[in-house]
Structures are given as C-alpha cells and as structure tokens.
C-alpha cells in the first residue's frame, strides 16, 4: 500500500531549538510538497520540488526555514531556529508526473509544538 | 487577499439534504481545480478535480467552474453524516512545468442526523 511517510509524528520542542521533518514520498511520485496547516491560516504552501529541484519556497520564512530533497525517497524541512508561532501541523505531499491532475498525496503529517 | 477564498463556515445541513460549498479565486491563468475532504485530525484526500466550464458530476458529488466568474463549487446531494468534514479548494497555479497547488482555508461542514 504506497503512501507518503513522515516523521516525527509529534514534536515538541523549546524555542531555539532545531527542528527537522522527514518525508518519504510514494515511490515514482516526482513532485513533492510542503505545506504547513493552522487554524487561522489553514493551508499554506511553504516549498515544493519537481524532480528533486526546488521550484517554489517563496511561502517559506527563509531566515529560519530551509527544505531540501537529497535524493527522490527522502525530503527535509528544517526550522532553526524555531519560535512558538512555527507551531502547527507540517504535511508532505508527493504527486506523480502531470501533476495538473492535482491528485496529491498527503502523509500523516508532523505536528509540531513549540513551547 | 488570499489566492483561493473560501467560507469558513460552520456550514450545518440536515441529513438528506444537498449541501453547497463555494469557493473563489484569484489567478485568472488557473486551469486546474480540486476538492480535497479532510476529516478531523487526518490529512486532506482528493475527491474531484475539474478543469472546465460547467459541471462535473461522480455518484453524489458535483464539481461546477465558472472561469469567467472565477468560482468553482461543490455540491453534495442527500448528505450523510459521513460527509461532516472539512473542505478544502485547491487551485493549479502557474504554467505546467512549474505549477503549484495553493489551497482556500476550508470550510467546515457538519451534517446533523
């Protein structure tokens, strides 16, 4: 049953602290996304990668916020250093080729807390 | 103003009936349009994608595009409580080889027994 993995599930962390998020997308998916999710933003789009390039990180705070895709089964989201407005749920999505489609495949996501 | 607009709600709809989620957005190059449904405490799934004018109908869910309007709709006839979720809009942004998918806030939709 392919589906995208994340981790940590929960983070919970103090303020300065380096937090990093994992992603594993579905295998032969070449599109990848970040997103990030609250209740007063809902879903907001903070980077994205097609064949492992970076196309789009304009959402990102790029002080703080760096993402990478090291290789096509592994990408990451890391905050340093992280302030308690970061706190929110972190969602990797991955889509296959022709992502016109839309059909994107979210993980479980990352909910992060920072204290 | 935000790229894809949508009312928060809660929207509250008797069992049975149809509910209508609606949704606006701003870039007039957008050609792709999604339904994603995503349960408390779960992550957003697709339910429809349309990409033109008019209505697009799968079992009790149909997707209807204005272009001109820049409005794109959903409707869920005889609601159950199963459909008590939160809807969101997405919208493809961008040429082909560089899209992106930018998503509305959602709206809360609870269909009472």
């Known amino acids: 049953d392919a589906r995208v993995t994340q981790t940590p599930r929960h983070k919970v962390t103090e303020m300065g602290q380096e937090v990093t998020m994992r992603c594993q997308p579905i295998l032969g998916h070449n599109t990848v996304f970040w997103y990030r999710q609250t209740m007063m933003q809902g879903l907001e789009l903070l980077a994205y990668f097609r064949n492992r390039a970076p196309l789009d990180d304009s959402g990102m705070p790029k002080d703080r916020f760096s993402a990478e895709m090291p290789d096509a089964t592994l990408a990451t989201l890391k905050i340093q250093p992280s302030e308690p407005r970061d706190s929110a749920v972190y969602f990797c999505a991955s889509g296959p080729q022709g992502i016109d489609t839309g059909e994107l495949f979210f993980g479980e996501g990352s909910r992060l807390t920072v204290l | 103003q935000k790229e894809v607009e949508q009312n928060s709600g809660p929207l509250s709809v008797p069992e049975g009936a149809i509910a209508s989620l609606n949704c606006t957005y701003s870039?007039?190059?957008?050609?792709?349009f999604f339904w994603y449904r995503q349960y408390s405490g779960k992550s957003p799934e697709l339910i429809m994608f349309i990409y033109s004018n008019g209505d697009k109908e799968d079992g009790r869910f149909t997707a209807q595009l204005n272009k001109a309007s820049q409005y794109v709709s959903l409707l869920i006839r005889d609601s159950q409580p199963s459909d008590s979720a939160t809807y969101l809009c997405?919208?493809?942004?961008?040429?082909?080889?560089?899209?992106?998918?930018?998503f509305g806030s959602g709206t809360r939709l609870s269909i009472r027994p």
């Open positions: 997405a919208v493809n942004e961008g040429y082909s080889s560089a899209s992106k998918i930018i």
């Open positions: 870039d007039r190059g957008s050609q792709s």
